[in-house]
């Protein structure tokens, strides 16, 4: 079973091919310029604060498709978009609201199966922010 951590950071996963541009990561690459990964190879990507950076993200949806087998699932965990931190970061690109995963052809070659709002409390700030978390399954 290949799982693939997409834009890893500093969550190194053991086990894991973690995947990002930096040294730390088992892959360097830069997952806009394609992924270096054989079709159908994938079993499970957990994109975790990662799409809000991509620029062209239909490019890196049709990369995923390409990598993940069918049946495999994709975790994405974003900034939700009415929360201060979506954009409180220069890097973002874009927001996602619940839409951006429930309208199908957003996803195409994906099935939704799971949704989910997640709050904190940021301890420096004390406000709320929030996250979408969304399971994909690849058709």
């Keep these: 079973m290949l799982n693939l951590n997409l834009g890893c950071g500093a969550d190194y996963r053991e086990g894991w091919i973690n995947y990002d541009l930096e040294a730390k990561a088992d892959v360097c690459g830069n997952c806009e310029e394609g992924l270096p990964f054989k079709d159908h190879s994938v079993d499970f990507v957990l994109a975790s604060h990662v799409l809000e950076h991509v620029h062209d993200l239909r490019a890196l949806k049709k990369e995923l498709h390409r990598v993940?087998?069918?049946?495999?699932?994709?975790?994405?965990?974003?900034?939700?978009?009415?929360?201060?931190?979506?954009?409180?970061?220069?890097?973002?690109?874009?927001?996602?609201?619940?839409?951006?995963?429930?309208?199908?052809?957003?996803?195409?070659?994906?099935?939704?199966f799971e949704?989910?709002?997640?709050?904190?409390?940021?301890?420096?700030?004390?406000?709320e922010i929030e996250w979408l978390v969304a399971k994909i399954r690849c058709l």
């Design 68 to 112: 993940m087998k069918k049946g495999g699932v994709l975790v994405v965990v974003v900034p939700y978009y009415l929360s201060p931190d979506a954009w409180g970061d220069d890097t973002h690109c874009r927001a996602f609201s619940k839409q951006s995963f429930v309208i199908s052809n957003f996803w195409p070659g994906f099935k939704l």
């Design 115 to 127: 949704l989910q709002v997640q709050k904190r409390v940021k301890l420096a700030t004390n406000e």
